[in-house]
């Protein structure tokens, strides 16, 4: 078993930043790949960025050049900074990890107000 706990979502103005943070624990050998995914009300859960176990990236195009995904392995934690926000980015956000099994955390509410 693998448990993920995310933090660092809130209320930002468009043009801001925040940084999402997941913090693994359980069963991290088993895992091969993590991501952020993101759902908004009323639409479909879809995939914001990814990194594999051996640091290759992955992102969406509505997120490019604005967002960043990283790891820090000694700490166990899967980051996301997320720059020059805009409305249409308001999701709650999901920390996912996959190894045979897919893991999600509880998701963190990211709100930008125009």
């Known amino acids: 078993q693998v448990q993920l706990v995310e933090s660092g979502g809130g209320l930002v103005q468009a043009g801001g930043s925040l940084r999402l943070s997941c913090v693994v624990s359980g069963s991290i050998f088993s895992i091969n790949a993590m991501g952020w995914y993101r759902q908004a009300l009323g639409k479909e859960r879809e995939l914001v960025a990814s990194?594999?176990?051996?640091?290759?990236?992955n992102y969406a195009d509505s997120v490019k050049g604005r967002f960043i995904i990283s790891r820090d392995v000694a700490k166990n934690a899967l980051y996301l900074q997320m720059n020059s926000l805009k409305p249409e980015d308001t999701a709650v956000y999901y920390c996912?990890?996959?190894?045979?099994?897919?893991?999600w955390g509880q998701g963190t509410q990211v709100t930008v107000s125009s």
């Open positions: 996912n990890a996959r190894g045979g099994h897919d893991y």
């Open positions: 990194i594999t176990s051996g640091g290759s990236t």
